[in-house]
Nanobody, 119 residues
Protein backbone atom coordinates (compact mmCIF):
# COMPACT_ATOMS: atom_id res chain seq x y z
CA UNK A 1 0.00 0.00 0.00
CA UNK A 2 1.44 3.31 -1.11
CA UNK A 3 1.40 6.16 1.36
CA UNK A 4 2.58 9.74 1.09
CA UNK A 5 2.60 11.57 4.41
CA UNK A 6 3.22 15.30 4.50
CA UNK A 7 4.26 17.26 7.57
CA UNK A 8 5.65 20.63 8.56
CA UNK A 9 2.73 22.91 7.85
CA UNK A 10 1.79 25.49 10.46
CA UNK A 11 0.94 29.14 11.03
CA UNK A 12 3.79 31.50 10.14
CA UNK A 13 4.14 35.25 9.71
CA UNK A 14 4.72 36.82 6.33
CA UNK A 15 8.41 36.84 5.46
CA UNK A 16 9.04 33.67 7.43
CA UNK A 17 10.18 30.25 6.30
CA UNK A 18 8.93 26.69 6.52
CA UNK A 19 10.17 23.32 5.34
CA UNK A 20 7.60 20.74 4.40
CA UNK A 21 8.42 17.05 4.29
CA UNK A 22 6.74 14.17 2.52
CA UNK A 23 7.68 10.60 3.37
CA UNK A 24 6.79 7.94 0.81
CA UNK A 25 6.28 4.27 1.56
CA UNK A 26 5.09 1.28 -0.41
CA UNK A 27 6.80 2.31 -3.64
CA UNK A 28 10.27 2.33 -5.14
CA UNK A 29 11.03 5.98 -4.51
CA UNK A 30 13.75 6.29 -7.13
CA UNK A 31 11.31 5.18 -9.85
CA UNK A 32 8.88 8.04 -9.21
CA UNK A 33 8.93 11.73 -9.95
CA UNK A 34 7.91 13.69 -6.89
CA UNK A 35 6.06 16.99 -6.86
CA UNK A 36 4.32 19.51 -4.65
CA UNK A 37 0.93 21.08 -5.32
CA UNK A 38 -1.25 23.40 -3.27
CA UNK A 39 -4.88 24.33 -3.03
CA UNK A 40 -6.39 27.42 -1.47
CA UNK A 41 -10.07 27.73 -0.50
CA UNK A 42 -12.22 28.33 -3.56
CA UNK A 43 -9.34 27.77 -5.96
CA UNK A 44 -8.20 24.88 -8.10
CA UNK A 45 -5.19 22.83 -7.18
CA UNK A 46 -2.02 24.55 -8.34
CA UNK A 47 1.35 23.13 -9.29
CA UNK A 48 4.20 24.35 -7.06
CA UNK A 49 7.36 22.37 -7.71
CA UNK A 50 8.61 19.07 -9.09
CA UNK A 51 11.52 17.18 -10.54
CA UNK A 52 11.61 16.91 -14.29
CA UNK A 53 11.27 13.66 -16.17
CA UNK A 54 14.30 12.08 -17.80
CA UNK A 55 17.85 11.58 -16.71
CA UNK A 56 19.00 14.00 -14.06
CA UNK A 57 15.54 14.93 -12.86
CA UNK A 58 16.22 18.63 -12.44
CA UNK A 59 14.07 20.52 -9.95
CA UNK A 60 11.82 23.31 -11.14
CA UNK A 61 9.14 25.53 -9.64
CA UNK A 62 6.13 27.48 -10.77
CA UNK A 63 6.54 31.13 -11.63
CA UNK A 64 4.56 32.19 -8.58
CA UNK A 65 7.09 30.71 -6.15
CA UNK A 66 10.27 30.89 -8.23
CA UNK A 67 13.20 32.16 -6.22
CA UNK A 68 11.41 31.57 -2.90
CA UNK A 69 10.61 27.84 -2.86
CA UNK A 70 12.99 24.95 -3.46
CA UNK A 71 12.21 21.27 -3.90
CA UNK A 72 14.73 18.65 -2.85
CA UNK A 73 14.75 14.98 -1.97
CA UNK A 74 16.63 12.35 -0.05
CA UNK A 75 16.34 9.00 -1.81
CA UNK A 76 17.83 7.18 1.17
CA UNK A 77 14.98 8.46 3.34
CA UNK A 78 12.24 8.23 0.69
CA UNK A 79 11.52 11.86 1.45
CA UNK A 80 10.87 14.95 -0.63
CA UNK A 81 11.09 18.43 0.85
CA UNK A 82 9.74 21.85 0.02
CA UNK A 83 11.75 24.69 1.47
CA UNK A 84 9.62 27.84 1.50
CA UNK A 85 11.21 31.21 2.16
CA UNK A 86 9.88 34.76 2.11
CA UNK A 87 6.37 33.47 2.62
CA UNK A 88 3.44 35.64 1.63
CA UNK A 89 -0.21 35.53 2.74
CA UNK A 90 -1.13 34.31 -0.75
CA UNK A 91 0.95 31.18 -0.10
CA UNK A 92 -1.70 30.09 2.40
CA UNK A 93 -3.01 26.72 1.22
CA UNK A 94 -3.07 23.02 1.84
CA UNK A 95 0.12 21.61 0.38
CA UNK A 96 0.10 18.14 -1.16
CA UNK A 97 2.91 15.96 -2.36
CA UNK A 98 2.43 13.63 -5.30
CA UNK A 99 4.30 10.74 -6.90
CA UNK A 100 4.18 9.93 -10.59
CA UNK A 101 5.52 6.93 -12.50
CA UNK A 102 5.13 8.48 -15.96
CA UNK A 103 4.71 11.86 -17.62
CA UNK A 104 1.00 11.06 -17.98
CA UNK A 105 0.35 12.28 -14.49
CA UNK A 106 0.68 11.63 -10.78
CA UNK A 107 -0.44 8.30 -9.41
CA UNK A 108 -0.42 8.92 -5.69
CA UNK A 109 -1.24 11.87 -3.44
CA UNK A 110 -0.77 12.65 0.20
CA UNK A 111 -3.44 13.92 2.56
CA UNK A 112 -1.98 17.43 2.66
CA UNK A 113 -0.55 19.74 5.28
CA UNK A 114 -1.95 23.20 6.06
CA UNK A 115 0.24 26.24 5.66
CA UNK A 116 -1.16 29.54 6.88
CA UNK A 117 0.75 32.78 6.39
CA UNK A 118 -0.43 35.75 8.40
CA UNK A 119 0.14 39.33 7.31
Amino acid sequence: QVQLVESGGRLVKAGGSLRLSCVASGLTFANYVMAWFRQSPGKEREFVAAFSWGSGGSPYTSHSVEGRFTISKDNAKNTVYLQMNSLKPEDTAIYYCAAGSSPAGYDYWGQGTQVTVSS
